[in-house]
C-alpha cells in the first residue's frame, strides 16, 4: 500500500513538472511572437533606425548580423575541416587525441563574455585593430569553432574504413584519399555543425558588444575596420531604455527577427543532420 | 498386458496434473504482425513445461505475456485471456507488480545490476518487505545454495557480481528470482549465452527446483529439451502445433511439422 | 606532384589543428597577463567587499558571492524541475513522440541570452517587483529565476540522454522482479545513469554561471552583498554583469581594467575545471557495467 502511494506521488510529481516546464517555455514563446508580432511591418524590416532606435526600423541591424556571421563561417569552416581531418587521419595517439579532444571541449565551455574581453584586449587594443566588425567575425568564429569541429569529426568518422583502404589499395596517396574520400563527407558535416553555430552566434551580445559594434550611426561598413550594429546589441540598448514604450517595442520586433533567424538555421541544421543520417545508413 | 494398462494410468495421471497457468484463446500484436494467433494451453504444476521452437516463432512473446512484462513494449496489443490463481491476469483489478512477484522471469542474457553479489540477490526481495540482518543473511544463504553458488561466493558477498562467470551470473539472476518466492518461474532461453557446461549446470538446477516451482522453459534446443522436459509445447509461425507430456511428444509425435522439426529441426510454419 | 599536394595538405591540417588547440591557452595568458597588475598592486585587498575604483577599493568578493548566489538560486528551480521533466521524456513519454520533443528542446536552448533579458525587463522583474513590494523588481531572485529558465532544456535534455543510455535490460529485470515504475528508477536506472547526470547538472552550473545578458539586465548592478546576505530580494552584482555592464567604459591598463580582468580569469577557471570534472564524468571508460 505504501509503495503504491509513493510510487503514485512520484508520477505526479514528474507530471507536474512536465506541465510546468512546458507551460513556461511555451508562454515564453508566444509572448516574444504576440509582442514582436504587433511590432513588425514592412517598413521596419527595411528602414534604418533613427533617434537612437526609437523610431525607424532595423535594416542595418539585419545587414551588420549576418554580415558579421557570414564573415565568421568564411574563417572557421577552413579552421575546423582541418582540425577534424587532422584528428581522424593524421593524429594516431590515442592520448594526444584525447588532449586535443579535451582541449576543445574547453574551448566550448568558455562563457561568451570572456571571449569578448579577451577580443577587447587582444585585437582592439594590442594589435590596435579598434572597433571593427571584422574581428567580431573572428571572435564569433572562435566561439563557434568546437561545434563545427565536433560535428565535421563525427561525419568524417562515420565513413567506414573500408573506403580508404580500398583508396589506399588503388594508389593513391594518403592526401589524395581525404581530398576525395574523406573532405567531401567532412564539408557535408562541417556544413551541419556549421548552421548549428551560427544559430548560437547571430543570438550572441556579449562577444561582440565591445569590440566590434557602435550603437548608432552606422550603415554598411566601408572597410573591414569599422563597427556595425546589430540585432541583439540593437536589442540590448532598447532595453536599457525599456520605460519608453516606442522603444520597448521596437525591441520586441528586433527579438523576433533575431529569434526567427536563430530558429531558421536550427531547423535547417536539424534537417541537414537527418538527411547525413540516412546517406550513411545506406 | 498389465504393462500396458498401467502405461495407460500413468498417461491418464499425468494427463490430470493440475494446470498452473492456462492460456485461453490468446492472440497477440505488436504494431500489425500477428505474433501470436489463437493460443490454447496449460502449463502443469510442479513440472518443467518447455516451450520448444524456431527462432521467430512466438515462444518469447508467449512467454512474456504471461508475466504481462509485454505491456511495457510500444504498440503491443492483445486478444484472449491468461488464468492464473483463479483470475484472469488482464483482468483490470489485478495488480500487475503482485504478478510479478508471483511468476518470476529470468532472462537470455544475464542482467546483473552493477552492485554486489548479495545487493541483487536481494534487490527483489527488500522492496517487498523489511528483512532484519539475520533473516537476510538467512535467505542469501537458502537461495545462493538452491542455484549452487553457495560455496563458490559465500565468502565474497560483497564483491561486485559482474566478477562471476557468465554462467555464474545466470545462476545468481535465478537465485535473484527466487527470493521474491514465486509460484511460478519463466525462463526465456537462459542457456542461450552458456557454455556447454554452465547450460548442463542450469539444466540440473531446474531438475531440483521443480519440486518446489513451476518451471516454464523456452528454448530451441531440442536436445535439451528431451533432457528435462515433462511437458512439452511445440511453438510454430505464432501457433501452438502441438503439446502433451514429453515421453509421449518426443517419441510418438502427431503432427507431421512436429516430426520434421524433431527430426531435421526444420519447421515451415 | 602529388607528393607536394600532399605536404601543402598536412601542413595545412596540422596548422590547423595548432590553431583551435591553442587559442584556448592564447586566451588563458591574454587575460592572465591582463590582470597581473592587479594581483600585483592590490594583492590580497582584492577579497574585501568594497569595490570603489574611485578610492582605489577593490573587492571582488561582492561580485564573486552575487555569481554565486545567483546561480544558486538557479540550480535550485531548475535541478528539480528539469530532472523530474527528464524522467518523464525517458521513461513516461511513448517513443513516438520524443523526436518532437527532443526537437522542441533544442529549439529552445537556443533562444538568446539578451532575448531572456528583454522578458526579464520587461516581465519578470516588474511582477517580482509587485509581488515583494520592492522599489524595484531588479533582484537577486529575478535573475535567479531567468537563469534557471535558460538552463532548464540543457539539463533536460542531457539527464534524458543519460537515463536513456542505461540499457534496457536493467528495466526488466527489475520490472519483472515486480518493482513498481518508482523503485525501477531509483534502485535499477538512476544509479547507474547517476554520473552522466551529474555531469550533466556540471555542465548546466558551467553555462549558468557564464550567462551576460540576461543577468545583466535584471540583477540591479549594486556593488554589495544584500543585507542580511541571504536576502535574495536585494539587487546584486555578479562577475558578468559588472563586466558587461563596465569593462567598454573602463580605461585600459589600468589597475581598475586589471581587476575586472582578474574577475574574468576567476570565471574562466572556474567554468573550465567545471568542463574538464563533467567531461570526466561522461567517460565511457567509467562506465562500470557491461
Redesign the interface.
Known sequence: MN??L??KC??L??????A??CF??LA??S??TWNGAAALNFSFLFTAARRFGMAGGILYQIIGSLLMIAGASLICL??????A???S???KSRRIRK??T?????????????????G???FV??LNTGISWFVGSIILA?MI?PTV?LATYQSVNSIPKIYRESALTLGL????V??RVVLPQGIAGSLTGLLLGL??A?????PI??IATAFSGVDIPGTLFEPVVTL?TH??AL??Q?TAPQA?QN??GA?LV??SL??LF??TA?FSRMKLRTISQR | MKKSILKVVQHDLEQDAAPAVEVCGFHAWHEDAHILNDINLAFQEYKINCVLGPSGGGKSTLIRCINRINDEIEGFTFKGEIHFGGRNIYDKSVDVTRLRTEIGMVFQKPSVFPKSICENVLFGIQHLKKLSKAARLQMLEEKLKAVSLWREVSHRLNDTASSLSVGQQQRLCIARTLAVEPKVILLDEPTSSLDPVSARAIEDLMLELKQQYTIVFVTHNIQQAKRIADHAIFVCGGRIIEQGPARRFFTHPEQPQTKSYLNEEFCDC | MSASYSKVGKSYVMVTAFISTGIIFLIVAVLLMNSWSAITQVGWQLLTLKWNPAAGEYGILSMLYGSFTVTFCALVIALPLGLLSAIFVSEVLPGRYRFYVKSLLELLAGIPSIIYGLLGVAFLSVWIGHLFDLQSGRTILSAGILLAVMIMPTIITLSDDALQNVPNKYREAANGLGLTKYEVLKSAVLPIAKADIIGACLLALGRALGKTMAVMLVIGGIDRIPSPFFNVLNPGQTITSKLGREISETAFGSVHFSAMILMGMILLVVVLILTVVAQHCFNPEHRLYE
Open positions: 509503495r503504491e509513493l510510487n512520484f508520477m510529481a514528474t507530471w507536474g513538472a512536465v510546468i516546464s513556461i517555455l515564453l514563446v509572448v516574444i577552413p579552421l575546423a575541416l582541418g582540425t581531418i587532422s584528428k587521419e593524421y593524429l588532449l586535443c579535451a582541449l576543445i571541449y574547453g574551448l566550448n565551455g568558455i562563457p561568451s563574455v570572456i571571449f569578448g574581453i579577451f577587447l584586449i587582444f587594443n594590442t572562435i569553432l569541429v596517396s594518403k592526401w589524395q581525404i581530398w544559430a548560437r547571430v543570438g550572441e551580445t556579449a558588444m565591445f541583439p536589442i540590448l532595453a536599457q525599456a520597448l525591441a520586441w527579438s533575431l529569434l536563430v530558429t536550427s531547423v536539424l
